[in-house]
């Protein structure tokens, strides 16, 4: 299998985590607004999974891939980077790890290191995008 298929093949298996991560929001009460923003967020994210090997589906994510994520791919590659959409990629992730574990699809420790690491490196990820916003100037 070459890299397109095998790309082709997890956007097939991530669609049905999303559309019930969406099913999960929409239960949840938040407004479709929030929802597109959550569900565009996690998109931009599994791009990211597939960006390097190995290859990973959204349920295979790790908080290192959160960690590499926000504090590099998204500053650098995401020209809308900025302090404001940091905070809700990470308010993202946290619901979206909220869901994966609810959902039996991770156990509770890693729903628990991405909301460590969050909570952690917050500081470390805005000031990444901080810098990278002079940079992109």
């Known amino acids: ?5 095998a790309v082709e093949q997890i956007r097939l298996q991530n669609a049905p985590i999303l559309n019930e991560f ?3 929001l929409t239960a949840s009460g938040v407004s479709p607004k929030t929802i597109k923003s959550h569900i565009d967020n996690i ?3 599994a791009q990211y999974l597939f960006y390097y090997e190995p290859l990973k589906k959204l ?12 504090s590099d791919w998204f500053p650098r590659k995401a020209m809308w980077a900025s302090a404001s959409s940091t905070k809700l990629n990470m308010a993202s992730f946290r619901k ?7 959902s039996h ?3 509770k420790e890693i729903q628990a290191d991405v909301l460590s690491t969050l909570k952690e490196f917050k500081d470390e990820f805005l000031d990444a995008v901080a810098f990278d916003e002079h940079e992109k100037w």
């Not at 299998?1 to 298929?5: A, I, V």
């Not at 979206?96 to 609810?102: D, G, I, N, S, V």
């Open 1 to 5: 299998m070459n890299y397109d298929q």
């Open 59 to 70: 349920d295979q994510a790790t908080e290192d891939d959160v960690y590499t994520f926000l």
């Open 43 to 45: 998109e931009f994210f």
């Open 96 to 102: 979206f790890f909220k869901f994966l574990h609810e």
């Open 105 to 107: 699809r991770i156990d």
């Open 22 to 24: 969406e099913d999960w």
